[in-house]
């Protein structure tokens, strides 16, 4: 679906679908259901007039040219649309489209003198337009309430005056206050000592968040208490929420393969079906007795309106971002309707520990450090160095050391991927990592570090070993959940980690994954993947997607953790869960395997009601009447059953 449904803009709204390489558009944006459904009750209502006169009153003056001229009246209504659509359609050199099909079908009706089924076929397809385009609406309208959730304007305090201005005009370091109920047009760092968020536009959860002086706070969240202000730290385009906006309406460019498919079927299928329309009607000439030519060429437009591929070319792509507004009103979002393909299948979930299993804030436990050093200044060392790092480690030690010394001066500050950090002071060395650091440089220790199950930090001063700090990391709390349906979806589970393997092998026991590894440099991971994947087995690697960059390329679909806390991790990830809830990666899965469930129904249902009456159609056996119900019947409940995915609990 290059867009079923695109919305343009709150008032333009364009419903079309691209089975045959065109576009078919309903302006529904300004339209109510009834305004939309008029031109269909104007010539329904014809119609049973016409068919009332026909079969029942039965008056002198109702024939010829007068029944004739009362058909097409309404006719009009509904198919002067579809016929100005096939038009465009053969201008732009698209000859074999669903409106070419319709339009010979009805056209063809009126020429045998068919008109009652030649309007009933149009008005049903008119009608079945219609539901697609309410449909289509429907499940778009996730993503209708995130724009929703970014306001044009937000109120600024300039020499301590409040005053109203554009969102997209606040610059970088601006002041916003924001009223109790109000939603949060920019990111930014509160000010204010607390203040209460509901952050369900971002994460599908509506339990109040709160923030405390410094933290970060996001655009699309709404101040739930009292007067907050936020000073802006990111430009109204480059928001957290503005680049999930942009993520989600481009989900649909990534086509699932059965959805290329059936693209790609459907642009070889319709002209077959048009020549074996063709052949219907004027071979039998050379092999039946009796040939009858108006009998046959019926038969070919029965066969034509139910060869129509409507139901597929909607309901599929309809079925896929269904799953993909699933995940996004759950906190989940998809970067295409291939990776819910690929989720639905997925043998394997790989997984990091920090951050993505355990809560990633760490606290320092102890610190044991030899007599010969200065303990405090070594800290106040260690200090300045990790400030230098991103890494939550980084954090434990400031939060348990303080403030940072900016007199101590750092020089070759260098981060070594996999082992720690390295810098001079005063023209001697301080390294401050794991104990393979310490290895590298050897550097001469007497702890066993391999048996430990906390994170141990390393620190080495002036070529000597000067000691170590203890870390700890608390599990989620839905992390035994996790393991547990992923268990029950029977998938397998990896823990891959670059902490220490007795810290990994503990959590990964205590959690029942079933192989851990750890002490893995980046490279290490990737070759654990290659690993998996030469069992010709699909993988799916969750990570923060930007350490682990090479993991989640080579996976088959990279899920980022904790898609709030990093730019980069929103652009590499295929999917991103924006809470730090490890449960959602089994629902993820659920998601792709009901969404792939209920696209291949619609195949089978569209097939089989499809091939049956093409048969009896072919033999006679079949009037207009089956054909629309092939058609347009078979497309409305292929329909409503890809909206269902909409309503399911996950």
Known sequence: MEECCSTKSKKDQNHSHEGHNHEHSHETGDKSTFQ????????????????????????????????????????????????????????????????????????????????????????????????????????????????????????????????????????????????????????????????????????????????????????????????????????????????????????????????????????????????????????????????EFKDWLYRALIFLVISCPCALVISIPLGYFGGIGAGSRNGILFKGSNFLDVLANVQNVVMDKTGTMTEGVFKVQEVNFNNEFNKEEILKFVNVLESKSSHPVATAIHDYVGEIDHSIELEKVEEIAGYGLKAMISGKELLVGNFKLMDKFNINYDIEAENQVYTLIAVAYDKKFAGYLTIADSIKADAQLTINLLKRLQIKTTMLSGDKTSVVKHVADTLGISNAFGDLLPEDKVNKIKEIKSKNQTVAFVGDGVNDAPVVALSDVGIAMGGLGSDATIETADVVIQDDKPSKIPMAINIGKQTKKIVWQNIILAFAVKGIVLALGAGGIATMWEAVFADVGVALLAILNAVRIQRMKF
């Open 36 to 291: 939309m459904l008029l031109p269909a009750i104007v010539s329904f209502v014809l119609l049973l007039i016409g068919i009332a006169l026909d079969n029942f009153i039965n008056p002198d003056w109702f024939a010829g040219w007068i029944r004739l001229v009362w058909y097409l009246i309404a006719y009009i209504p509904v198919g002067l649309p579809v016929l100005k659509e096939a038009y465009g359609s053969i201008i732009n050199g698209d000859v074999f489209s669903e409106f070419f099909l319709m339009g010979i079908a009805t056209v063809g009706a009126f020429a045998i003198g068919e008109y009652p089924e030649g309007v009933a076929v149009m008005l049903f397809y008119s009608v079945g337009e219609v539901f697609q385009a309410m449909a289509v609406t429907r499940a778009k309208s996730n993503i209708k309430s995130l724009l929703d959730q970014r306001p044009d304007e937000v109120t600024v305090v300039k020499d301590g005056k409040p005053q109203s201005v554009k969102a997209e005009t606040v610059q970088i370091g601006e002041v916003i206050q924001l009223k109790s109920g109000e939603k949060l047009g920019l990111d930014g760092e509160l000010l204010s000592e607390t203040a209460s968020f509901n952050t369900s536009a971002l994460t599908g959860e509506s339990k109040p968040d709160t923030k405390t002086k410094g933290e970060a706070v996001l655009a699309g969240m709404i101040n739930l208490n009292t007067v907050s202000q936020v000073k802006v730290t990111t430009a109204y385009k480059d928001s957290k929420l503005s680049k999930i906006l942009e993520l989600v309406q481009n989900a649909t460019a990534q086509k699932a393969p059965t959805e290329l498919f059936i693209r790609k079927f459907a642009k070889i299928y319709t002209p077959i079906v048009v020549f074996l329309a063709i052949g219907i009607t004027l071979l039998p000439y050379f092999f039946v007795e009796n040939y």
